[in-house]
């Protein structure tokens, strides 16, 4: 959330619409949204991105179905940027063994 309310005043508007996909995913899942939308930013490790104009969330999925927000990043090009996924493919891996060794805490917001 704090990225995306710190995005640069001009995409505010596709910060709203991210915030719209997320809506959109919790309500229908995948098939609420477009490959464009939603797609698999990285197969292998099983990293996902949400995507509005130049703007990126990057997730994981747990138990299949619930999202984990890694990070967001403003896109400058169009290829993928291998950074941003390996830095969520490494949240991804701590989060598994923060979650074996029982250090999650869940609370509802």
């Not at 959330?1 to 995409?11: G, I, K, S």
């Not at 959109?24 to 930013?41: C, D, I, N, P, V």
């Not at 994981?60 to 290829?79: E, M, N, P, R, Y």
């Not at 390996?86 to 891996?93: D, F, L, M, S, Y």
Request: proline fraction near 1%; hydrophobic fraction near 35%.
């Amino acid at each position: 959330m704090d990225f995306l309310q710190n995005v640069p005043a001009e995409m505010s508007a596709h910060a709203d619409g991210l915030l719209d996909l997320f809506h959109r995913y919790a309500k229908s899942g995948r098939s609420g949204l477009t490959a464009m939308q939603f797609h698999e930013a990285n197969k292998q490790n099983g990293i996902w991105s949400f995507r509005k104009g130049r703007l990126r969330v990057y997730c994981f999925l747990d138990k299949g179905s619930l999202v984990i927000a890694t990070h967001g990043c403003i896109k400058s090009t169009q290829k993928a940027d291998t950074k941003e996924v390996q830095r969520a493919v490494k949240i991804k891996e701590k989060y598994f063994s923060d979650q074996r060794a029982g250090k999650l805490k869940w609370e509802r917001g």
